[in-house]
């Protein structure tokens, strides 16, 4: 009894002390509102809690990545288990107001505020509202899944794929909780960019080489604004070599002007070898007005002999060899 009060007393302590900081960063959502609303005896003593209407639930959940997290006694009740996610127990099964906070039915901007009351450090509300998924109510549940028995459409889509795939195809990875691997997960709402992924060339996203956030970031930070971006700072994470800087640089390439690399090169895939957005000299004529048909007819600008440093060169103010 004792020890119980001490609990009861700390945890009040704790709990005022998660008040101030949801209402100082957060602003108020729903979730904040119902949080902070609450009083500590709302709270039911452990997930034990639900067990008795939600068995699936509480018995899957220490399959989420979650549950590590979630399950120290030391946490405040507003941080810890079920309840730290979907609201105060008791207010949920009191006759009145029997509010819970519920991912699915919440409109795409609570239910991801509800998420971020704890996942500021990924990225903060401002950030994620600027975002082309935020504005376009994709929530993060759009994507993300918390408990491993919830059935979704993409779930059994993927289940029901040729068997074979599986063993090539780039799993989710389980810590991150995506609904799928994301070839299925972003072309389900893409389906435009995966059939460019079906070009004879292309970047080995079907393979389960490279994944779509290895460009794209969901999340964006200040560590990582870039990563949506076309230009050269992204690209060349993985191909070096095309870095620079070069003694000669070739405006396009360097990102001086126009898009960067996509202004020769499809980023996903076609049929084009090289991923080059064309394979006649119109690539190179698009800006090079001057040099269609007249100069050098009948070859590429690149051939052996030509233009083969495209990139940049160390030697040569022409692009004549590297
Ligand atoms: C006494 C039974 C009971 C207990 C205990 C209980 N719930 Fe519920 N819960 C229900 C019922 C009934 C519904 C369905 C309400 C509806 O469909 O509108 C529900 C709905 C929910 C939903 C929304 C589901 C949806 O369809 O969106 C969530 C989330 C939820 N409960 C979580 C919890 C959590 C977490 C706990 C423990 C802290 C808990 N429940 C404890 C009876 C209970
Ligand atoms: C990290 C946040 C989080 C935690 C912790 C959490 N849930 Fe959920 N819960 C969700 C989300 C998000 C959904 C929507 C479906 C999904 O993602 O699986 C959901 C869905 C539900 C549903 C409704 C089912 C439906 O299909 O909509 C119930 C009931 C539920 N959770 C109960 C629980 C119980 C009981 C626990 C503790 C054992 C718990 N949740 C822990 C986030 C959480
Ligand atoms: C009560 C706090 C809390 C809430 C609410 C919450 N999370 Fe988490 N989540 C955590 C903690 C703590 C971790 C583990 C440490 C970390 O990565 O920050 C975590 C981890 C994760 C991870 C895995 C990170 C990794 O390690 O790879 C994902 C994905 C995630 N959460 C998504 C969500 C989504 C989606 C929601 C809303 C449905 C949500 N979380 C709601 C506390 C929370
Ligand atoms: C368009 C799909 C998509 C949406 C929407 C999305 N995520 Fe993610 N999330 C991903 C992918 C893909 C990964 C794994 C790759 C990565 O780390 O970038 C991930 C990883 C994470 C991680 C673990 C890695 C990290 O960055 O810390 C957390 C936590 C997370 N998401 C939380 C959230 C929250 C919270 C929201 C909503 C505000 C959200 N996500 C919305 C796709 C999405
Ligand atoms: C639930 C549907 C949905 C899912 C899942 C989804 N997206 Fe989106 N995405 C959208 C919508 C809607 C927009 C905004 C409208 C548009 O431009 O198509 C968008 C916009 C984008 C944009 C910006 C488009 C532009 O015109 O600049 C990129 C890049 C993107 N998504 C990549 C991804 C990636 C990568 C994933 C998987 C991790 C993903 N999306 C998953 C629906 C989705
Ligand atoms: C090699 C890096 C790379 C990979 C891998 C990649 N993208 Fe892209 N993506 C880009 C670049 C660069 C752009 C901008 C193109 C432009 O500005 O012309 C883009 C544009 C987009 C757009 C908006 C414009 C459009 O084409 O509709 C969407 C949506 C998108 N990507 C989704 C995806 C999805 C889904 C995947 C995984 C199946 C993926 N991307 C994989 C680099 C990549
Ligand atoms: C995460 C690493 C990564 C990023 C980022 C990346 N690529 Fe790639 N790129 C690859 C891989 C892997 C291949 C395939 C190489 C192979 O099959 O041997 C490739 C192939 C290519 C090829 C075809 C090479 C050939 O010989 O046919 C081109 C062109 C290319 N990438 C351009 C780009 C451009 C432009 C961007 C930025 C929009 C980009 N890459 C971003 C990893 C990356
Ligand atoms: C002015 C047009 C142009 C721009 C801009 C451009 N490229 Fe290329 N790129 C080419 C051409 C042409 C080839 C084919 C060369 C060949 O087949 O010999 C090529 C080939 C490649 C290849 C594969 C063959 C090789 O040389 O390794 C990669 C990888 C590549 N480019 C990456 C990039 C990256 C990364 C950027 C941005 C930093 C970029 N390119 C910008 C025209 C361009
Ligand atoms: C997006 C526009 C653009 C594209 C596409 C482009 N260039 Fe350039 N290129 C430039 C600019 C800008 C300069 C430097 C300014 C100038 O014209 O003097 C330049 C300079 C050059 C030079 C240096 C000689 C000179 O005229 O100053 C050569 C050679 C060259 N480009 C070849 C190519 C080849 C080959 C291709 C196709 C693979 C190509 N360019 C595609 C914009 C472009």
């Known amino acids: 009894m004792k020890l119980q009060a001490q609990f009861l007393v700390f945890g009040i302590a704790l709990l005022s002390y998660g008040f101030v900081g949801a209402t100082q960063s957060t602003g108020k959502s729903q979730a904040d509102r119902l949080f902070a609303r609450a009083q500590a005896d709302d709270y039911m003593g452990s997930n034990a809690g639900c067990m008795e209407c939600h068995p699936d639930k509480v018995e899957h959940f220490?399959?989420?990545?979650?549950?590590?997290?979630?399950?120290?006694?030391?946490?405040?009740?507003?941080?810890?288990?079920?309840?730290?996610?979907?609201?105060?127990?008791?207010?949920?099964?009191?006759?009145?107001?029997?509010?819970?906070?519920?991912?699915?039915?919440?409109?795409?901007?609570?239910?991801?505020?509800?998420?971020?009351?704890?996942?500021?450090?990924?990225?903060d509300k401002n950030q994620w509202h600027r975002t082309d998924h935020a504005r376009a109510d994709v929530a993060c549940v759009s994507c993300h899944q918390i408990h491993s028995d919830t059935e979704t459409d993409l779930g059994k889509k993927v289940k029901s794929k040729d068997p074979r795939s599986a063993l090539f195809a780039a799993k989710p990875d389980p810590k991150s909780m995506l609904k799928a691997d994301e070839e299925t997960l972003c072309g389900s709402c893409h389906p435009a960019v995966t059939a460019?992924?079906?070009g004879a060339h292309r970047h080995p996203v079907p393979e389960g080489r490279m994944v779509c956030s290895d460009c794209h970031s969901p999340h964006p930070s200040k560590a990582n604004t870039v990563r949506q971006d076309a230009l050269k700072k992204n690209c060349?994470?993985?191909?070096?070599?095309?870095?620079?800087?070069?003694?000669?640089?070739?405006?396009?390439?360097?990102?001086?002007?126009?898009?960067?690399?996509?202004?020769?090169?499809?980023?996903?895939?076609?049929?084009?070898?090289?991923?080059?957005?064309?394979?006649?000299?119109?690539?190179?004529?698009?800006?090079?007005?001057?040099?269609?048909?007249?100069?050098?007819?009948?070859?590429?600008?690149?051939?052996?002999?030509?233009?083969?440093?495209?990139?940049?060169?160390?030697?040569?103010?022409r692009f004549l060899q590297h």
Do not use: Y
């Open 196 to 198: 460019e992924f079906r």
């Open 62 to 123: 220490s399959e989420s990545p979650h549950a590590a997290f979630m399950s120290d006694p030391n946490l405040p009740p507003d941080k810890s288990g079920c309840q730290g996610c979907h609201g105060p127990g008791n207010i949920h099964v009191a006759d009145e107001n029997a509010e819970v906070i519920s991912f699915t039915k919440m409109s795409p901007k609570e239910s991801s505020a509800a998420c971020l009351r704890c996942h500021e450090k990924t990225m």
């Open 236 to 317: 060349v994470t993985c191909h070096t070599e095309k870095a620079g800087p070069f003694i000669f640089e070739h405006d396009p390439v360097a990102g001086n002007i126009g898009d960067g690399c996509v202004e020769c090169h499809r980023p996903h895939g076609t049929n084009n070898p090289r991923l080059l957005i064309s394979v006649t000299r119109g690539l190179c004529a698009q800006c090079h007005t001057d040099k269609l048909a007249g100069h050098h007819p009948g070859q590429t600008c690149w051939n052996a002999g030509c233009h083969v440093a495209t990139h940049g060169s160390n030697t040569d103010p």
